[in-house]
């Protein structure tokens, strides 16, 4: 695709922060600066509905407030803040972070994207993400929002869109002077073309759907961790009565559950590690 002209990327722009100043969602998250705040949120974005954050931001905030905190969080205590969210890896690499972040950069977020993209759980998203949001500086970033606005308006009739075709678009139509508003407005202009539009990002060449929770081995993993969650140890067998699954799916997720560090075990039993 050619370079677009000025024009072009003004009418682009326009159509954006058009949407964005009459339809543009009011999200806690939106209203600091605080990088902790943001990075917090852009973890719980990940795979999980705005709708479900919202139900749980401010009472993770509440509970561990900066990153000192999160780092010396029980894990028992964090997972039990942490239910309802799904993927439950993200509360245990988020806590690992913070643990970085206070051992390595005296609790303070680094601003500088090649340190940044080093720190657990951080890919290109997330740096991206927090560059704009926590430091408004103008990088170039995708999400499914982002994509799906980009294929909208430049790719009408094409499939099989890659992200390298997108990539130089978004880069020359970024708003430099404040690309913290531009990437909320992008955002938002990207879920309501979801709901109004269908889903442009099926698309993509990257697109592929999430695989169906029910019966799943994620099901599994979260029915045991709320379980052991509350308090007391309990055998595999005990484990599978009390979650309805397979007793063999049951054994299997323990497994991976004790490998990532999630659950331990004393003699025949289970239970979260402190």
């Known amino acids: 695709m050619k370079p677009l002209s000025d024009s072009a990327i003004r009418t682009f722009r326009k159509k954006i922060y058009d949407y964005y100043r009459t339809e543009g969602r009011d999200l806690p998250w939106r209203k600091t600066k605080d990088p902790y705040r943001i990075l917090v949120s852009e973890v719980m ?49 988020l806590r690992l972070l913070a643990q970085k972040i206070v051992g390595e950069h005296r609790g303070r977020l680094p601003s500088d ?65 404040n690309p913290r508003k531009w990437y909320n407005a992008l955002m938002d202009y990207g879920a309501m073309l979801k709901q109004r539009r269908g889903n442009p990002n099926k698309r993509s060449a990257h697109y592929s759907r999430q695989s169906p929770f029910e019966n799943s081995d994620r099901q599994v993993r979260g029915r045991i961790l709320k379980v052991l969650i509350g308090g007391s140890p309990l055998s595999a067998a005990r484990i599978a009565e009390e979650t309805g699954m397979d007793p063999v799916r049951v054994e299997k997720s323990l497994v991976a559950l004790e490998k990532e560090a999630f659950i331990a075990r004393r003699g025949r039993r289970y239970l979260i590690r402190a």
């Open 45 to 93: 974005l990940q795979q999980t509905q705005v709708e479900r954050v919202l139900g749980k931001y401010g009472e993770f905030l509440a509970a561990f407030p900066d990153f000192q905190s999160l780092a010396e969080a029980p894990l028992p205590r964090l997972l039990r803040l942490w239910q309802g969210m799904g993927y439950n890896r993200r509360a245990l690499m």
């Open 113 to 177: 994207p090649e340190i940044l993209i080093g720190l657990p759980g951080i890919g290109p998203y997330t740096r991206g993400a927090v560059m704009a949001f926590a430091f408004n500086q103008p990088v170039v970033f995708l999400d499914t929002n982002i994509r799906r606005v980009y294929i909208d308006a430049f790719f009408p009739a094409r499939e099989k869109i890659r992200d390298g075709e997108i990539l130089p678009l978004v880069l020359q139509t970024l708003d430099v002077r």
